[in-house]
């Protein structure tokens, strides 16, 4: 239990220079780029402006003031605002994830962003502690984490004193100790800096910069004067493109290291923590039992060198979401990817799949009509008919990676987990285990009929909802499929 | 092999041809007289030829598809409708064209919700909505009877909940 708190007072400051950045171009614009211009608009602007972040600040003050945590009886309570005062409970139980984001000013006063997401889609479903001092946020994920392990406690009370023993020995053991599996070494980094092409970015910052730049002095005449200056030695060209390349690659490394450099996977019996950050870190926990299911991923590049990613399926993230600190990590060894799925999660066995499609499904699959490709065609020839060739290249990587996607793709099932492995050049791997599939359905179209093929898919607690979907399998494959389904309620323990 | 092996076997009940029927007559009413009219706009407001043209395409396949849509459509849809509710699964099963069978296990329903339109009430017809956490299956079209017995049978049935472990 936790007593009443308010967040610390530096969430007004970081929810204030927040919104003095959010405003950077106005603020700019009103105070610098007519710095010399007096016109009564601009005045205008400047006391309308004034007035707002002052307005801002006092907002920001009465919220903090008015905003208090609480947790008590496994609850987390908050009660906010001002005029209209409103509630929100969450049961401790219900949280997935935890997220610590610490930017690098935070980090001199000790406190940290805490994140807590639920499984729920609601959207008063998560918690976000803005600034907490650090001991209360380690208090905080101890309560989380021990309300549960409390809660299923519990529930083995009913089963025999046998287990309950068992259980006991079990927790003398574990006693919280973190084991690290995962840290990038130097190389490992600098490999990642070059596939991610994190050293493409410098590009756009200097086309922002330049034309920002330009705004304000002249850029394009100095620039035609350097231009006609490099072009006219050889040796200048080449010493330019050189450091060009030089910057682009530090700032790349420089990047990914911020990103990477202290990366760190480690793990307990219940949980898997995730470190990351160089200034600004992020820590990211999640319970074991919480991921649904993973997908181990590998672009062409990463599939000639000998890299995969493993992504984490959990019910508090967002499918979509790009934020990375959801995969292990982007550039894993795949040998040593595969060693931490062995010792991390081994509810998830990354086995060799052998069951092959059907010659059928590749007929099925060149049958389908090509809507994308259909629809790239139609506007390419109503707006850009000087790019027909875009067409048929398309209609040909269309059909190609139609026929390596059927040739790669396999497919398993054993007693408790399943896999699919799909894609042509690429590979994604999607395992999960059968008591974390909360539905399954079989599909089968007319031709699919025809052919003796069907659909299957699975379907994941997540938000929205993961579907793992293998196309075209044979029939009496999708029949074994939903028997091997049905079979769940022989393993699943009930409350 | 235990019962709960079994292909889904339960037909909905007949009356929902009528209502599906009605239903389809309406939408595709509407849909054609949207079409006519955008047609006597394009005339009227003198529109480019090509847009007259694909309007009156697509008004033609709308009326061939709706002879599909209130004529056979509905008596497919019904016979081929089938589902199964017992205590460790909810089952349904339907579509000869496009045949989808689906499974979810009764531990995982969260919620279940017997509905009913005016159309619906007029035949005293209900569907019955199961919901996880994250997804639903729609049984459409039971008779009161079997809709409320059902309800209260899952309601029991569904007060089982799995532990989440790995």
Do not use: C
């Amino acid at each position: 239990m936790i007593e009443k708190f308010r967040i610390h007072p530096m969430k007004i400051l970081s929810s204030f220079i927040q919104t003095v950045k959010n405003s950077f171009i106005l603020i700019l614009f009103l105070f610098v780029f007519n710095f010399g211009d007096v016109s009564m608009a601009i005045k205008i602007g400047r006391v309308v402006f004034l007035l707002y972040i002052i307005i801002r600040l006092i907002f920001l003050i009465i919220d903090w003031s008015k905003t208090t945590y609480e947790i008590n009886d496994g609850m987390i309570q908050i009660k906010r605002g001002v005029f209209q005062r409103k509630q929100n409970s969450i049961p401790l139980q219900e949280i997935q994830n935890i997220t610590w984001s610490t930017p690098f000013y935070y980090q001199w006063f000790n406190i940290t962003s805490l994140h807590l997401e639920t499984s729920s889609t609601n959207e008063s479903a998560s918690v976000q502690l803005d600034a907490v001092k650090m001991n209360l946020a380690e208090q905080i994920e101890q309560l989380t984490t021990t309300y549960k392990t409390e809660n299923e406690n519990n529930i083995d009370d009913i089963d025999e004193m046998e287990t309950e023993v068992n259980k006991l020995s079990k927790s003398d053991i574990k006693d919280n100790h973190r084991n690290v599996h995962f840290s990038p070494t130097r190389k490992e980094v600098l490999k990642a800096s070059f596939l991610s092409f994190s050293f493409l970015g410098l590009i756009p910052i200097i086309a922002i910069g330049y034309r920002e730049l330009d705004k304000i002095v002249n850029l394009d005449q100095q620039a035609k004067g350097l231009f006609t200056f490099l072009t006219s030695s050889w040796i200048f060209i080449v010493g330019a493109i050189f450091l060009l390349i030089i910057l682009a690659v530090a700032f790349g490394i420089i990047q990914t290291y911020l990103k990477y450099g202290k990366y760190e996977i480690s793990s307990d019996e219940e949980r898997i923590f995730i470190y990351s950050g160089v200034l600004n870190e992020k820590v990211f926990s999640i319970q074991k039992a919480n991921v649904q299911a993973i997908r181990i991923k590998q672009s062409p590049l990463k599939k000639l060198l000998h890299f995969s990613e493993i992504k984490l399926i959990s019910a508090g993230s967002n499918e979509g979401e790009t934020d990375d600190i959801r995969s292990l990590y982007p550039f894993l060894p795949t040998e040593k990817a595969k060693g931490l799925l062995v010792e991390i999660l081994p509810q998830f066995p990354l086995t060799n799949a052998e069951n092959k499609l059907p010659p059928k499904a590749l007929y099925m699959r060149l049958l389908r009509l090509p809507w994308f490709w259909i629809i790239a065609t139609a506007f390419i020839f109503l707006f850009k008919e000087e790019w027909w060739f875009l067409s048929p290249i398309l209609f040909v990587t269309t059909y190609l990676s139609r026929y390596f996607t059927y040739r790669n793709t396999r497919f398993s099932w054993n007693d408790k987990s399943i896999q699919f492995r799909t894609g042509g050049l690429s590979t994604d791997i999607f395992i999960t285990n059968r008591k974390k599939v909360i539905e399954v359905n079989v599909e089968q179209n007319i031709i699919q009929k025809k052919f003796g093929i069907a659909t299957i898919n699975t379907v994941n607690r997540v938000k929205p909802v993961h579907h793992g979907k293998l196309q075209d399998v044979p029939f009496s494959k999708s029949e074994q499929f939903i028997k091997w389904y049905k079979q769940r309620a022989t393993e699943v323990r009930t409350e | 092999m235990t019962p709960t092996m079994n292909e889904p076997n339960k037909s909905i009940s007949k009356d929902a041809i009528k209502v599906w029927r009605i239903t389809n007559l309406i939408i595709n009413i509407i849909m054609i007289i949207i079409g006519i009219g955008l047609i006597g706009a394009s005339f009227y407001f003198d529109w480019y030829r090509w847009i007259q043209i694909t309007l009156a395409v697509l008004l033609a396949i709308g009326f061939i598809l709706s002879i599909w849509d209130i004529f056979i459509e509905p008596v497919l849809l019904q016979r081929y409708w089938r589902y199964d509710i017992s205590s460790e699964y909810v089952q349904i099963k339907h579509g000869i064209l496009n045949m989808k069978q689906t499974i979810m296990p009764m531990t995982k329903v969260q919620y279940v919700t017997a509905k009913q339109g005016p159309l619906l009430r007029k035949y005293q017809l209900y569907t019955l909505q199961i919901g996880t956490m994250s997804t639903s299956i729609d049984i459409p079209a039971l008779p009161e009877q079997t809709a409320l017995t059902l309800r209260s049978k899952i309601v029991e049935y569904a007060k089982i909940k799995e532990v989440e472990d790995l």
